[in-house]
């Protein structure tokens, strides 16, 4: 491998709901979409090109915020319907033997118990290979399926996650780890005194525990963040093995989030390379630089026929309603949201319809795999470090094999990501490198 290998994961945006259903590579997407097919399939895939990890996305509303009705979410299928990710995880990983699973949860929507215990089923049915995407959902449409009028405010509902975090690794560790005993002779399947209440008060949870099952191969899932707002930010570098980023700004700014994540994650004494940092990209690959060109180009123009679908998620992770602005003035600075920070930050002074022209990469990737494969390289050892999330909203198989089939063995080629899976548990192939 390269003197800099870095990581690749896989974000399942939109989660376990319809992805491509009505372009030319779709297939039955519109139909088929209930059945984990295309999943298995997605993670078979990106385990044969050996990706650290694959991200199911989750919220549990049906949006209304684009045009102050659910019209165009549903008219487009865009983050609705979505079904539970903890249902499809399972069936992933009996399929697959390596790749990570992650699951999407979030902390307003469940109770630490209830999350603790399906997260550590799931970490012993896959041997070792779960995640936890750990959110705190951003709608107050979301809070108000689960008995609130409104969701709580943006830092402290960090604070909860914190607490949230801390009582589940209690959990997790509820057990020690040599309780099994299994001793036949005397009848001892587990020593009782190796299993603990943890007799928990905090400011938001109270749990006696013990959780009523062993701790599971890594004791605790693998955590991946996504906050980019200060306080966002400050929760993934004390908790994350993972952060997510859809920094914007190009290498720059990429290169000093990592940074900060790194340094906030000394402050809280850990080891920041024990803090992977991806950031998003969803390249566009082609046979050649010029097919890869005029295929972005044509994505451009549809977005820019369509700019409502564009703004739907801006609308729904804001809940403003985008419909109500010009295409062609500024977002103005007076917008606020209790919703995504960062995503709306970076929204404002520019127009929607400049927004629009912006593509899911912190960065564009555009090209032949072979260019891509360099370009990546480039940035990577401008940044320091540690790979890419490979996202894409209207997800069809053909878009998957451009990457596990194209783009991948191009990067095996020069040595930057790994051509075999060392270790069994996702945990330990994460920190190899
Ligand atoms: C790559 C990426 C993936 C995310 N996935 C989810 C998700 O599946 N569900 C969710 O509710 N929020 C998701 N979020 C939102 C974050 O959890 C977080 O709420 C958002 O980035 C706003 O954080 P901030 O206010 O700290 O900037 C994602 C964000 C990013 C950048």
Not at 34 to 50: G, N
Not at 122 to 145: F, I, K
Request: charged residues 25%; aromatic residues 10%; proline residues 5%.
């Amino acid at each position: 491998m390269s003197a800099n290998p870095f990581h690749l994961a896989w974000f399942g945006a939109g989660g376990f709901g319809v992805k491509s259903w009505n372009k030319t590579w779709s297939g039955r997407g519109g139909v088929d979409w209930a059945s984990p097919q295309l999943w298995i399939d997605v993670a078979q895939a990106l385990e044969r090109a050996r990706f650290d990890y694959i991200i199911i996305e989750d919220s549990s509303y049906v949006p209304d915020a684009y045009g102050s009705n659910s019209k165009a979410y549903l008219s487009s299928a865009t983050a609705t319907p979505k079904m539970d990710p903890t249902v499809l995880a399972p069936i992933m990983a009996h399929l697959t033997s390596r790749i990570g699973i992650v699951p999407t949860l979030s902390v307003t929507e469940y109770h630490p118990y209830m999350l603790a215990r399906k997260i550590n089923t799931l970490d012993h049915m896959s041997q070792g290979r779960t995640g936890w995407n750990v959110v705190t959902s951003s709608s107050h449409r979301a809070a108000q399926n689960y008995g609130k009028d409104l969701l709580e405010e943006h830092d402290l509902r960090y604070d909860i996650a914190d607490e949230f975090f801390d009582v589940s690794c209690k959990l997790w560790e509820s057990w020690d780890a040599d309780a099994v005993t299994l001793d036949a002779e005397n009848g001892v399947w587990a020593d009782y005194e190796k299993v603990h209440t943890i007799d928990f008060e905090g400011k938001f949870f109270k749990i006696r525990g013990p959780l009523n099952a062993p701790q599971s191969p890594q004791g605790r899932p693998v955590f991946t963040q996504a906050g980019g707002s200060p306080r966002g930010k400050r929760f993934a570098a004390r908790t994350a093995n993972s952060v997510i980023s859809g920094v914007e700004g190009g290498v720059e700014a990429m290169k000093r989030f990592r940074d900060d994540i790194r340094e906030q994650a000394v402050a809280y004494g850990r080891d920041p390379n024990d803090v992977k940092v991806l950031f998003m990209a969803s390249p566009v690959v082609g046979e050649t630089d010029e097919e890869a060109r005029a295929k972005r180009e044509r994505q451009i123009a549809f977005a820019e026929a369509h700019p409502e679908l564009g703004l739907l998620h801006l609308s729904r992770h804001s809940g403003i309603d985008f419909a109500q602005f010009p295409l062609d003035e500024p977002i103005p600075a007076t917008a606020k949201t209790n919703g995504h920070q960062q995503m709306l930050a970076q929204a404002i002074g520019k127009t929607p319809r400049e927004f629009l022209r912006k593509s899911l990469s912190t960065m564009e990737f555009v090209g032949s795999p072979d260019t891509i494969a360099a370009t990546m390289d480039e940035v990577m050892q401008e940044v320091g470090g540690d790979g890419f999330l490979i996202a894409n909203f209207d997800l069809n198989r053909r878009y998957v094999s451009e990457i596990a089939d194209g783009l991948v063995p191009a990067l095996q080629r020069r040595g930057l990501t790994r051509t075999e899976y060392t270790h069994s548990r996702f945990r330990d192939n994460l920190l190899e490198f």
